[in-house]
């Protein structure tokens, strides 16, 4: 009995570390592409992320996009690199852990193959959602943020956790609103389908930790630079008609809604949150980002992978192969 105990967690063990390992080689795949994608023009990104130290970044709303530039300091005086250096550390360190949380998201709703589905998927539609000449630090912690998000509330995380990650997420991007957002509709579409008060603990950390996040932003940009941020819906209807990658800027975002309706539609009230949270994505990128810039979509890539799976469950709480419950929300 104990040696079958010892080769099960063997195994176990074994399996992990092959996700690990898949997860490192796919993302070290993802910055050879990245640097033959780019060449010179990543040079820009790392001179905008060295701005955002000196406290004169390119635009004055970038000034609050902390927390890639932070580490990437930190690993410089901790281990004296260059900032480049420590740009393609972080880079591929947090390809790989977006990698490992999009794969137990997926095992979590349909098994290993699931599991493994989400993460090619996941690399797949980064590779497709880059193009020069911008690719900050930030934006892949936009990429991990969402992923982590979403293998939270698949497996029924605690209040305080989604709390926890927007405040970190709030370092990097302003778009961890969005958590917010879902936390505020969790806690209204669980009183609502079960007729009672709802979760306050919930509701008010969706709201005083999106508050608070916001205020946090404002103060981390200061006075210095250029104040460059407003509405963008003409520009917006200009590039969607004249742009040679239309297709490419349209499909993730039509796909996005057409997700949220099919869970709506499929699993009602207990799939109402997760929709809120996409379709409000989706408005807040065609009013605000330059969506031309095709990296502004990737902070709808881990959505885009789960959706699906979760959309094909015919209940959402019901069992998968690997003991876990499809998470509400």
């Known amino acids: 009995m104990e040696e079958s105990k010892e080769e099960s967690a063997l195994t176990k063990a074994a399996r992990e570390l092959a996700v690990w390992a898949a997860s490192f080689a796919l993302s070290l795949a993802q910055w050879h592409h990245v640097v033959s994608f780019f060449r010179?023009?990543?040079?820009?990104?790392?001179q905008a992320e060295q701005g955002i130290l000196d406290?004169?970044?390119?635009?004055r709303v970038l000034q609050s996009h902390v927390l890639g530039p932070w580490l990437e300091k930190f690993l410089s005086l901790l281990f004296g690199f260059d900032l480049y250096r420590a740009h393609v550390i972080i880079a591929v360190a947090v390809l790989t852990l977006s990698g490992v949380?999009?794969?137990?998201?997926?095992?979590a709703i349909g098994g290993r193959q699931a599991g493994w589905s989400a993460l090619l998927a996941f690399n797949v539609l980064f590779t497709l959602t880059i193009s020069p000449p911008w690719l900050y630090i930030w934006d892949y912690f936009v990429l991990l943020a969402a992923a982590v998000f979403m293998l939270l509330v698949i497996r029924r995380a605690p209040w305080w956790s989604f709390l926890l990650l927007m405040s970190?997420?709030?370092?990097?991007?302003?778009?961890?609103?969005?958590?917010g957002v879902w936390m505020v509709a969790k806690a209204l579409a669980d009183a609502w389908g079960e007729r009672r008060r709802p979760d306050w603990y919930m509701l008010g950390?969706?709201?005083?930790?999106?508050?608070?996040?916001i205020l946090m932003v404002e103060y981390l940009r200061p006075?210095?630079?250029?104040?460059?941020?407003?509405?963008?819906?003409?520009?917006?209807?200009?590039?969607?008609v004249i742009h040679p990658h239309v297709d490419l800027l349209l499909l993730p975002l039509v796909l996005?809604?057409?997700?949220?309706?099919i869970l709506v539609v499929r699993h009602g009230m207990k799939a109402a949150p997760l929709a809120i949270y996409a379709v409000t994505m989706v408005a807040a990128l065609l009013v605000f980002a330059i969506i031309s810039e095709t990296r502004t979509l990737l902070t709808l890539i881990p959505f885009l992978c789960l959706g699906g799976m979760l959309a094909a469950k015919p209940d959402w709480d019901n069992k998968t192969s690997s003991g876990r419950l499809i998470q509400q929300g």
């Open 40 to 46: 010179n023009e990543l040079q820009l990104n790392v």
């Open 55 to 59: 406290g004169y970044p390119h635009w």
């Open 205 to 213: 950390g969706g709201v005083l930790g999106s508050l608070g996040g």
């Open 168 to 179: 970190v997420a709030f370092l990097n991007h302003d778009g961890a609103v969005f958590i």
């Open 256 to 261: 996005a809604l057409a997700l949220a309706a």
């Open 101 to 107: 949380a999009m794969f137990h998201a997926g095992r």
């Open 223 to 240: 006075l210095k630079g250029n104040y460059y941020f407003h509405l963008q819906p003409q520009k917006q209807s200009y590039y969607l």
